[in-house]
């Protein structure tokens, strides 16, 4: 009998063990505002300083900006903003959000363009983010043409779309991902995104990179090459990470 009872205190002592060596940790809350961003006296800020990028909370959002030999210049990937313009058509007004306003009444935003723009979220001391949701609204060019045409091109009608396709990458391998239509007149739908809607993006899990590209019903093909007749923009704001500490 004491034998037992010493085996059984000696499997009391190791499991009390386990348990005081297993790690603490809390999750912490990142939500990326884009109000630290510095914007130009236009209001925005659109990589004509050619550091290919911007820094929000300490992550960085990817631009391509070029000046070509005619003069002209040109930028995709994430630009930021703070202009609230609904009424203006066309591509001078490329930087305004449809909404009126940033994400729950804030002043700036991020504006995305083209296809595979790129946010990076690489792992620190305490390992990946993973990524929880963001804020998306067209912006006042994409939703004006979708809603009106641009005099070349007619409003959207039955069957068309316009979606943003986002995916989640941790290393070169792809996490996950997640559609979002910023217009949808299938199936006897005729919205056009409007306000700031949040879209859930837990399922892409731990990241170090998301990209955002975009499709349309509304193509045209020269030479071979497939692109978008409406302008292919989103705003985005509110993005929520979260990450595991340790205690």
């Known amino acids: ?15 009390l063990g386990f348990v005081s060596c297993k790690t603490e940790t809390e999750t912490k809350d990142y939500l990326i505002t884009f109000e630290d961003v510095t914007l130009g006296n236009d209001g925005y800020w659109d990589g004509s300083d050619k550091s290919g990028k911007f820094t929000s909370e300490g992550f960085e959002f ?4 070029t ?3 005619s003069g002209m210049t040109s930028w995709n990937g994430f630009a930021c903003s703070s202009k609230t313009d609904t009424e203006t058509q066309g591509f001078l007004n490329q930087f305004s959000v449809i909404a009126g306003k940033g994400a729950n009444n804030t002043k700036q935003f991020a504006v995305i363009f ?26 006042t060019y994409a939703y004006l043409y979708m809603k009106e045409g641009d005099g070349y091109n007619e409003p959207f009608e ?7 396709i986002i995916k989640g ?16 007149f299938r199936e006897g739908k005729q919205f056009i995104s409007k306000e700031w809607a949040t879209v859930n993006l837990s399922s892409l899990g731990e990241v170090d990179k998301v990209t955002f590209s ?28 979260t ?3 340790e205690k």
């Open 214 to 241: 975009f499709d349309s019903t509304d193509k045209s093909e020269y030479e071979g090459v497939v692109y978008l007749n409406n302008p292919a923009y989103a705003c985005v704001d509110n993005i929520l990470l």
């Open 114 to 139: 083209d296809n595979d723009a790129t946010f990076t979220c690489p792992k620190n001391e305490n390992g990946y983010y993973t990524i929880q949701s963001l804020m998306i609204t067209n912006s």
């Open 1 to 15: 009998m004491k034998t037992k009872k010493l085996l059984f205190s000696a499997i009391l002592v190791l499991a």
């Open 158 to 164: 039955t069957d068309d779309f316009f979606k943003v």
């Open 67 to 69: 000046i070509w030999p």
């Open 169 to 184: 990458f941790k290393g070169t391998t792809e996490t996950g991902t997640i559609e979002y239509y910023l217009a949808d």
């Open 243 to 245: 990450q595991e500490i």
């Open 62 to 65: 990817q631009n391509s900006y």
